[in-house]
């Protein structure tokens, strides 16, 4: 698996960006994927997961939920983050990552292969 997030950039709060994840060796294999993000200073955290194979099931962060939307392209292998409404607080590098599991999870040790990550920086 190699994964490549893209999407990332310069954003004014209110905001959307939509970032990218691609597997280009096209073997997900049925696992959940999921976006974490990391500030500067901060500890890697759960931003939201989705399941790969069959009826999407998503989960979500409390503090994204009802402006971020995760999807999923099996044809082109790729996973989406739509981020609306964006916050300051929402500035982090986000990563994206695929799971142990094919259900959707918040922990990071749930997940076994990293992307590179893309930076998203929101100005107030």
């Known amino acids: 698996v190699q994964l490549q997030a893209s999407g990332g950039g310069l954003v004014q709060a209110g905001g959307s960006l939509r970032l990218s994840c691609a597997d280009s060796r096209r073997t997900f294999s049925n696992n959940a994927v999921g976006w974490f993000r990391q500030a500067p200073g901060k500890e890697r955290e759960f931003v939201a997961s989705?399941?790969?194979?069959?009826?999407?099931?998503?989960v979500y962060a409390d503090n994204v939920q009802g402006r971020f939307t995760i999807s999923r392209d099996n044809a082109k292998n790729t996973v989406y983050l739509q981020m609306n409404s964006l916050k300051p607080e929402d500035t982090a590098t986000y990563y994206c990552?695929?799971?142990?599991?094919?259900?959707?999870?918040?922990?990071?040790?749930?997940?076994?292969?990293w992307g590179q990550g893309t930076q998203v920086t929101v100005s107030s």
């Open positions: 989705i399941s790969w194979a069959g009826r999407s099931s998503t």
């Open positions: 990552a695929v799971s142990r599991y094919s259900y959707p999870g918040r922990g990071l040790t749930d997940y076994k292969y």
